[in-house]
């Protein structure tokens, strides 16, 4: 078993919470929590919606943020939770927003009743716009 994957149990505990003590979503009730192992280390995030629906922001991005925040530039793995019937994947923003920082990192994702589904991030973005077609 690959460390990463020993990990995965964390990653989604740690989604979880985030989910629990911090989703703020009165509009949609979808209430998602995320996680990215990001250099080792764990950071996790919530959905945060307002009344003016763009400025809304997906519990990934928060996660990423918090990763960032602390001088993370590279994930390896990122795990999705929420109450639906079935696993939920990112976004297409938040896949985006996701690449830049791993293409290549492990998604999972887990739904409310523990169903779960694994993926590459390049499996679910292919063809990715990246810092590469920027020439960096």
Not at 22 to 41: D, I, K, Q
Request: aromatic share 6%.
């Amino acid at each position: 078993m690959s460390a990463l994957t020993e990990r995965v149990d964390e990653l989604l505990a740690a989604a979880s919470d985030a989910m629990e003590r911090g989703s703020y979503a009165p509009y949609s009730n979808f209430n998602v929590g995320a996680a990215v192992l990001a250099e080792g280390e764990v950071f996790a995030g919530a959905n945060v919606e307002n009344a003016s629906y763009p400025m809304s922001v997906c519990a990934e991005r928060n996660a990423v943020a918090a990763a960032v925040n602390a001088g993370k530039r590279s994930i390896d793995a990122v795990a999705v939770v929420s109450r639906a019937d079935e696993p939920t994947p990112p976004c297409g923003g938040c896949r985006q927003v996701l690449n830049e920082f791993g293409p290549d990192m492990a998604v999972t994702v887990e739904s409310g009743n523990g169903q779960r589904a694994e993926w590459r991030l390049t499996e679910i973005l292919p063809h990715a716009f990246g810092p590469a077609n920027l020439g960096k």
